[in-house]
């Protein structure tokens, strides 16, 4: 009955993921705080609602990052990066659209990527969804941080006992005992005390009440009027704020959607996929978009304008428009947006000491952005009004969205952005290495494409190419960045881990030198920091298809050129 597990890759994290079903659309599973893929299919009440959703769509299961079967994570992850996960699991599934189904915490999760990414969801479905986790006074029903505090300590002396008070999770099952230890089981299998405090570190600081006013697909927003974990007037925030979403209130108190009256849940979600409502969404997106000003010299204005736009096509980013010492780039998410501006802020403020940054993200249409009177437009020129030299300012909305990415933020001031937008609070982004820079000018060769932060690495992997030794904190101390900065860096430009760069640098290096035959496969091996054949033989097979001897054998070498 249990589908095959099967595995992905979002990044360098492995993502276990599940397929089953015979309806003729695709539904992506979300699941909340923890799970665990094989051992939801040990119980019978969610079985049976997860093969009913069978016959109504094809079924995708999965663990987010550091859940489940999935790898464990030690740090805290961010919104997009769990964004990521999403797509990396549609990708390997052959799914270009899907109907998302949010469960508590992947509610959050879901809806933010269906404002960011509407052209692959059909609809979004909800169930106990959030839209903060921590009290504020426009945000009532969310814990305080002395409830909160409760929950960390309940995880630290308690995870997964009967003392983590799981009945309120299912009132309705509070005395069934086959169902409670099930349900401690699957915590207990979905994470360690460790991953768990992480995750729910992690779900303190998720805020998405900005963007919900973006999400343009259908929505369901299903609630209990009784639940005590999320409130139903949180329930009933989330579907006013967005654009014609559907509420159902059900009866009871239960917060796990396939206990209690589950037939009434199913009944809902079957009659709106069956519903034939048109996805009216046009271009309309929501983007992170990265503006910025700054000051050229009739030294430097030669290179400037090439050097600027490296910088940002390194993250993915698109330029919009430059011209007049200003520019405005998108990007797909805003911690690429922020390390972009970081790198140039590091690259190029030596020559050219006033530059300042506006990062914001906003619903629009990208054609009309730069047409005058455009509302992102003139958001962005706000902000980038308050900006000093050397700053990277950012909305509010921002720097809820980048939790958990190790950034450091400073409360700068409030704005107002735009006649129709409400007082907007901004930040700064606070990075030490940058903060300290010396005011100084040097010539303008010194801040060109080969100074990025990639080609500074990829130089400092070559340099220790045969260095056995070298690794991830050597690379982290001769660049001078944290390793959390360095994962979070390289993952932006080049999707893959440090440890995933150092060898894929070495790999590409001996393909090289096999190609010239100058040395045998051995020694090529030890001269590209590999202690054992056999190891990079298996090593090279991976990462090319074929192994080093095949290589050599064949009269016409395939095409092994893939970029780093």
């Not at 629009?364 to 000093?388: C, D, R, T, Y």
């Not at 809820?400 to 952005?417: D, R």
């Not at 901004?426 to 801040?447: E, G, M, Y």
Request: hydrophobic share 40%; proline share 4%; net charge negative.
């Amino acid at each position: 009955m249990k589908p095959k597990t099967k595995y992905t890759k979002s990044g360098s994290i492995n993502i276990a993921y599940q397929v089953f079903g015979s309806g003729p659309i695709d539904l992506v599973y979300v699941p909340g705080w923890v799970s665990n893929i094989d051992w939801m299919w040990a119980c019978p009440e969610l079985v049976d609602f997860l093969l009913e959703l069978g016959k109504m769509a094809r079924v995708i299961l999965f663990d987010k990052r550091g859940t489940g079967l999935s790898d464990r994570i030690v740090e805290l992850s961010t919104i997009e990066e769990r964004m990521d996960d999403i797509r990396a699991v549609m990708d390997a599934v052959g799914s270009e659209k899907a109907i998302l189904f949010g469960h508590s915490e992947g509610g959050s999760v879901s809806a933010l990527f269906a404002a960011t990414y509407p052209s692959r969801c059909i609809s979004l479905i909800s169930f106990g969804i959030f839209a903060r986790r921590r009290y504020c006074p426009e945000y009532p029903w969310a814990p305080t941080d002395e409830e909160r505090q409760e929950v960390y300590d309940m995880i630290e002396n308690n995870w997964g006992s009967g003392e983590m008070n799981l009945a309120s999770l299912a009132p309705s099952k509070a005395h069934d005992k086959t169902f409670m230890d099930w349900l401690a089981n699957y915590f207990r299998s979905g994470a360690s005390p460790s991953a768990a405090m992480v995750l729910t570190k992690m779900n303190t600081q998720v805020d998405i009440i900005d963007i919900l006013d973006s999400i343009n697909v259908p929505c369901l927003i299903l609630q209990r009027t009784d639940d005590i974990d999320v409130k139903i007037e949180e329930g009933r925030f989330i579907a006013e704020r967005i654009p014609e979403a559907k509420f159902v209130e059900l009866e009871g108190e239960d917060h796990l959607f396939w206990v209690g009256d589950s037939a009434r849940v199913l009944e809902e979600i079957r009659n709106f996929i069956q519903q034939k409502r048109k996805n009216q969404i046009g271009s309309k997106s929501l983007f992170t978009f990265l503006a910025a000003r700054y000051q050229k010299t009739k030294q430097n204005s030669e290179r400037l304008k090439e050097n600027i736009e490296a910088y940002i096509e390194q993250y993915r980013g698109k330029m919009l428009s430059h011209e007049s010492e200003a520019f405005i780039a998108v990007f797909e998410g805003p911690s690429k947006a922020i390390n972009s501006s970081q790198d140039l802020l590091r690259g190029l403020s030596k020559a050219y000491s006033q530059i300042s940054f506006a990062v914001h993200i906003k619903e629009a249409m990208l054609e009309e952005v730069l047409e005058p009177g455009n509302k992102v437009k003139a958001s962005l020129e706000a902000i980038l009004a308050q900006s000093s030299a050397q700053q990277i300012l950012t909305t509010q909305t921002v720097k809820h969205l980048l939790s958990g990415s190790g950034l450091c933020f400073q409360a700068h001031k409030s704005i107002e952005i735009s006649a129709i937008e409400p007082s907007t609070q901004l930040f700064r982004v606070i990075d030490p290495s940058i903060h300290n820079l010396p005011n100084q000018h040097v010539k303008p060769h010194q801040a060109q494409k080969h100074d990025s932060f990639l080609e500074n690495v990829l130089q400092c992997i070559e340099t220790h190419l045969g260095d056995e030794l070298f690794g991830v904190e050597m690379l982290c101390r001769e660049i001078g960045v944290s390793e959390r900065q360095l994962q979070r860096k390289l993952k932006a430009i080049t999707n893959k881990s440090p440890i995933k760069l150092i060898c894929s640098v070495r790999l590409h290096k001996a393909k090289e030198l096999i190609l010239k035959q100058s040395h045998n496969i051995a020694e090529i091996s030890y001269m590209t920091g590999f202690l054992s054949p056999s190891y990079f033989s298996k090593c090279f097979k991976k990462e090319f298809g074929l192994s080093p001897s095949s290589l050599l054998k064949r009269d016409e070498t395939p095409a092994l050129s893939e970029t780093l």
